[in-house]
């Protein structure tokens, strides 16, 4: 049932490569973890193909409906979608619909569960869900077995990018495991690799320390980055107690008009079969597939730009929104999961430049 590989990216890339063809499609949720478009197609030749919310709550069953839109329209344009991969944790109610969307196309559900112990709890957030594995629900009459597969790796829940090592779990398509199996020595982990972390998830006792600690230094980071943006009056997506970051929307800072289309604005997108699609570059150069819309105009363009080289004057970092596919400019991935002393000088250099901004624009450039 299991099969072990140097990290989540070769067990996608593995996974990818048995259940799609050349040219086929696999959609993902936005924002998303840029890497993807790498993993489902550098081997595979598959195509990533990001799913927009478009106002929906992209955590809820109705964003499911936006799968399936962009699944049709997907292929009326040929391309045939084979899997959809699931990255972020979701009510038991959500992960169902999930399976029986799977199930109504026949299509592969792969879910990546790298954040599974990476749980915590603030008082702004008691009130979130328990992370729910796809492994946990019973799929008779939601799905059939074999169209499930569950990723999980190393690097993130154990902070550990350089020791690589993830694992494939599919209970009920020992077809796949075979077939996959063929390949998989071209992404063998090591064997210090492998004794490393046999011997560490065999100590109990520091595993169960381990989570512990890790679970409330992450609250911790939460909690001072929250109260950072709180203090500037910077709004972020609420109720998530899972990850290392957290997507925070800067627009009011960059302007309100931030992502408005110009008429004669050559670069703005509109949604729709015969008018302009603008693709998202994404960081290493990657892009969707074609007739992926990304909200956006020149003038949003220009201001992410000129933020993001104030921060970089300031010798701070954090993510732009375009590196992740999101659906509009003005969005920031900012991580918290960083020793305190190193967060606290950060948010002081960003609160800086936050300042220099208000100053600059008068609340918006």
């Known amino acids: 049932q299991l099969l072990v590989a140097g990290g989540v990216t070769s067990i996608l890339d593995l996974v990818t490569v048995g259940v799609a063809d050349e040219g086929d499609g696999i959609l ?6 840029t890497s993807f478009a790498k993993d489902v197609s550098s081997r595979a030749g598959a195509k990533m193909i990001p799913v927009s919310a478009e106002g929906k709550d992209p955590m809820g069953e109705e964003m499911v409906e936006q799968y399936e839109k962009e699944l049709q329209r997907q292929e009326k344009l040929g391309t045939k979608i084979r899997a959809v991969i699931l990255s972020r944790k979701m009510l038991l109610n959500t992960l169902k619909a999930y399976m029986r969307f799977c199930q109504k196309y026949h299509i592969h559900l792969i879910s990546d569960e790298v954040y599974a112990m990476s749980i915590y709890k603030t008082p702004s957030n008691a009130s979130a869900v328990p992370f729910t594995s796809a492994l946990a629900i019973d799929t008779t009459g939601l799905i059939d077995a074999n169209l499930v597969h569950i990723l999980y790796g190393m690097s993130k829940d154990f902070s550990s990018n350089g020791l690589r090592s ?29 004794y490393y972390w046999t011997t560490l998830l ?8 381990y989570f512990t600690e890790n679970s409330t230094r992450l609250a911790a980071g939460y909690a001072r980055l929250t109260a950072f943006l709180t203090s500037h009056g910077i709004k972020w997506v609420e109720g998530s107690n899972a990850g290392f970051f957290l997507w925070a929307d800067f627009r009011d800072i960059l302007g309100k008009d931030i992502n408005v289309v110009d008429d004669d604005d050559d670069d703005g997108a509109k949604r729709g079969g015969e008018e302009e699609q603008v693709e998202a570059t994404a960081v290493m ?15 949003a363009k220009e201001r992410d730009d000129w933020f993001f080289g104030k921060m970089m004057e300031a010798k701070v970092f954090i993510a732009t ?24 000088v950060g948010l002081e250099r960003l609160g800086r430049v936050l300042e220099e901004v208000k100053r600059e624009s008068g609340g918006g450039r």
């Open 28 to 33: 993902i949720g936005r924002p998303l973890y």
């Open 285 to 299: 150069s990657e892009k969707p597939a074609q007739g992926q819309v990304y909200k956006t105009s020149r003038k």
């Open 321 to 344: 929104g375009d590196a992740f596919f999101a659906e509009e400019h003005g969005w920031y991935r900012v991580t918290f999961s960083v020793p305190e002393d190193i967060l606290k």
């Open 202 to 209: 065999n100590d109990r006792p520091f595993v169960d320390y």
């Open 166 to 194: 993830g694992v494939l779990l599919s209970q009920f398509n020992p077809q796949l495991l075979s077939s996959l199996k063929s390949i998989a020595l071209f992404s063998w982990p090591s064997s210090v690799t492998e």
